[in-house]
C-alpha cells in the first residue's frame, strides 16, 4: 500500500491533461471491439445475427479480434488505474467491475469458448451460456462507468 | 435561437428529472456505453468483413443481412439514450467543441449512409459475386472505421471539457496576490 501513495507512475500520468482522455479513448473503443466481437459470438448461439453459420464458425473468426481488443483493454486499464491507484481501490464500483471482468474472461475462454465451439450443444445450453456472457460484459461496463457516481 | 432550444428542452419536466435524478443518469450513460460494446462490435465486423481481414470463410451477404436490423435496433436504443443524456444537460453541451464535433461525425454517419447504402450495404451479394471485393465495398469499410472512432473518441472527449471562465479561475486568483 505504501508503494501506492508514493507512485511516480501516478505523477507522469498526471503530468499531462491528454495521458488519461486518450487512454481512456482507447480503452472504450477496445472494450467496444471485443465484447462487440464475443456479443457476435453470443447473438449466434442465440440464433440471431451472421447468417448461415454455426456458432463454432463466428467463435473461431472473432477469436483473434477479441485476442487484440482484450489486449488493448488490459494495457490502457492499468494507465487509467495508475494514475490514481487508492481512489480505485476503495472505490466499490471498481471491484466489482473488476470482479466481474476476472468472471467474465474466465467465463469466456472456459464453458462459453467450450459451449460454442461445440456445435452439438443442446439449444437451450447455448442460450443460457450467452445470456450468461451478455450479462457479464455488460456488467463490467456498468461497474466502469459507476467508479465516476460512485 | 439553437440555444434557446437547447434550454427549452433542458427545462422539460422530463429532461428537469433525467437530470436531478440519482440514479438514472448514470444508468442511462452506462446503457448507452453497454450498447456502444454489444452492438459497436456489429458495425467492426461488417467494416472488417467489407475490407476482407475478418470473417472471410463467411458471404459479405450472411455478414451485412445478418446484422442490419440489429445494428439498426442497437443504434435507436444509442441515440435515445445520448438524446437524454445530452438533453438534459444542453446549455451546457451547447459552447463545448467536442459535442458538436461529435454531432458532425454523427451527420457524417448520415452521409455516408446516404452514399454507400446503395452501392454497398444494398447489395452485398453482388459484392459475392465478384472475384476481389470491390474498392467501393473497402472505401466504406474504413470510412465507417474512422468516422465511428472520430464519434467515439468526441463523445467521451465531451466529459472533459470545461468552459473557459473556470479554466482561469486560479490564474486570477494567483494574479491578485
Excluded at chain 1, 31 to 58: C, E, N, T, Y
Excluded at chain 2, 16 to 25: V, W
Excluded at chain 2, 51 to 71: C, F, H, M, P, Q
Aim: proline share 6%; aromatic share 12%.
Amino acid at each position: 500500500m505504501l508503494l501506492l501513495q508514493i507512485n511516480p507512475i501516478s505523477d507522469a500520468l498526471n503530468s499531462s491533461e491528454w495521458v488519461f482522455p486518450i487512454a481512456e479513448c482507447f480503452h472504450i473503443a477496445a472494450f467496444a471491439w471485443s465484447i462487440g466481437m464475443i456479443a457476435l459470438v453470443d447473438f449466434r448461439m442465440l440464433g440471431v445475427g451472421i447468417q448461415h453459420s454455426k456458432p463454432s464458425q463466428v467463435a473461431r473468426a472473432t477469436a483473434p479480434w477479441t485476442l487484440l481488443g482484450l489486449a488493448v483493454v488490459l494495457l490502457s486499464g492499468p494507465v487509467l488505474f495508475l494514475s490514481d491507484p487508492r481512489m480505485y481501490l476503495y472505490n466499490p464500483s471498481f471491484r466489482f467491475k473488476i470482479g466481474a471482468l476476472v468472471l467474465a474472461i474466465l467465463f469466456n475462454y472456459t464453458i462459453h469458448r467450450k459451449v460454442a465451439l461445440s456445435d452439438t450443444a443442446s439449444p437451450p445450453v447455448r442460450v443460457l451460456v450467452a445470456i450468461v456472457s451478455l450479462v457479464l460484459w455488460v456488467s463490467v461496463v456498468f461497474g466502469g462507468l459507476f467508479i465516476a457516481f460512485a | 435561437m439553437i440555444y434557446q432550444f437547447f434550454q427549452w428542452l433542458q427545462s422539460t419536466d422530463f429532461m428537469t428529472f433525467i437530470r436531478e435524478s440519482g440514479l438514472e443518469y448514470p444508468i442511462i450513460m452506462s446503457t448507452h456505453l453497454a450498447c456502444i460494446a454489444v452492438f459497436g462490435g456489429m458495425i467492426v465486423i461488417t467494416d472488417l468483413r467489407l475490407l476482407g481481414v475478418a470473417l472471410t470463410e463467411r458471404s459479405i451477404a450472411d455478414v451485412v443481412n445478418g446484422l442490419r436490423w440489429w445494428k439498426r435496433i442497437g443504434f435507436i436504443i444509442m441515440i435515445c439514450m445520448g438524446f437524454m443524456l445530452f438533453g438534459s444537460k444542453a446549455t451546457e453541451y451547447y459552447p463545448n467543441p467536442y459535442f458538436w464535433a461529435k454531432m458532425t461525425a454523427l451527420f457524417l454517419v448520415l452521409i455516408h449512409a446516404i452514399v454507400f447504402r446503395p452501392l454497398v450495404y444494398n447489395h452485398p451479394e453482388e459484392l459475392d459475386k465478384s472475384p476481389m471485393i470491390p474498392t467501393r465495398a473497402k472505401v466504406a469499410g474504413v470510412l465507417s472505421l474512422i468516422i465511428w472512432t472520430a464519434v467515439l473518441c468526441n463523445g467521451r472527449l465531451i466529459g472533459y471539457w470545461e468552459p473557459k471562465q473556470q479554466q482561469k479561475a486560479p490564474a486570477t486568483t494567483a494574479q491578485v496576490q
